[in-house]
């Protein structure tokens, strides 16, 4: 018996340590969950009075007193919108080119990529050098030539005139050389013992393992492009022609003030990106990962 409590009581003192451990851990556990709910609920702030205040009416809304719920309802602001303006139109027009646009860039990024990575030409090494040096070069010094390419092509005022150019994007053929150079070339290699031709190796096994990067850059090029406001200024000329950020805009009165108007609008815009955003999350965070653990 007297062997036995010596035995028990590690036991017991062993039981203690996992016991504190535990814990600590569990109250780490909850420290790390509160800050950043906490830090995500700052940044949830200005979205959640944004929707509040599309809800108010003007004399509401102009008060200086902020109200987070609202004395008095109103959808006479969304009403507006689809009534007398084109928000819709606007809406599909947005669509069509930002996804024109990221369509577009993912098919040409990713070949010239697999290119400059996979493959062995002359000049390869000069031509990875120029992409990388034009990100020294300002947009908006490409804008005046750009017009003019696209003046002469006749495409003012249409959709190709602000999808093509979105096409020399240099972030998306470096952002895949990384990855593309990363994959281990065994892969290609058996591939090729298996009778796959070049574009084959391509399609059938290089994209499939780069779907978490190619969706992240899908990603990032849609709402960029969705967002873009300055090219599509100078290229479309017709109110109905109009993306989102242009069309809201020429919605906003110098003259009179409309809050609740104006984040009426700013939420139908944003609204999409939250949704996309949504469903491509996942792609995202694998995209991370795979980028850390890639060999």
């Known amino acids: 018996m007297s062997d036995a409590r010596p035995d028990e009581s590690i036991a017991g003192r062993a039981s203690r340590s996992f016991d504190g451990l535990t814990s600590s851990l569990t109250l780490e556990s909850v420290g790390v969950h509160a800050f950043l709910y ?11 009075y944004m929707l509040t205040l599309s809800f108010q009416p003007r004399s509401t809304a102009i008060d200086g007193i902020p109200y987070w719920i609202p004395p008095e309802f109103t959808l006479e602001h969304y009403q507006y919108l689809f009534e007398n303006s084109l928000i819709v139109d ?21 070949m010239i990529a697999y290119s400059l990575s996979r493959l062995s030409w002359p000049g390869q090494g000069a031509i990875l050098g120029i992409i990388v040096a034009s990100f020294m070069v ?13 003046a ?24 895949l050389y990384q990855f593309f150079k990363d994959i281990p070339d065994e892969y290609e290699e058996a591939a090729r013992l298996d009778g796959f031709s070049t574009f084959q190796i391509f399609t059938r ?3 499939p393992l780069s779907r978490p990067v190619l969706t992240a850059l ?39 003030y ?38």
Do not use: C, H, K
């Open 38 to 48: 906490g830090v995500a609920l700052i940044f949830l702030l200005p979205y959640l």
């Open 205 to 207: 096994l290089i994209l």
């Open 152 to 175: 002469d092509l006749g495409l003012v005022n249409s959709y190709w005139g602000v999808v093509l150019p979105a096409a020399a994007s240099p972030l998306g053929v470096f952002l």
């Open 258 to 295: 409309r809050p609740g108007r104006t984040m009426a609008a700013a939420l139908i815009a944003s609204v999409p990106l939250l949704l996309v955003f949504l469903l491509l999350q996942r792609y995202l965070v694998q995209a991370v990962e795979m980028q850390g653990v890639t060999e």
């Open 218 to 256: 899908a990603l990032f090029q849609f709402v960029f492009n969705w967002n873009a406001f300055l090219w599509p200024l100078v290229v479309l000329q017709d109110n109905a022609a109009f993306t989102l950020p242009i069309g809201l805009v020429s919605l906003l009165n110098a003259q009179i």
């Open 138 to 150: 300002p947009y908006y010094l490409n804008i005046v030539p750009l017009f003019t390419i696209i």
């Open 90 to 110: 606007w809406t599909i027009n947005t669509f069509i080119i930002a996804g024109g646009a990221t369509v577009l860039i993912l098919i040409v990024d990713a």
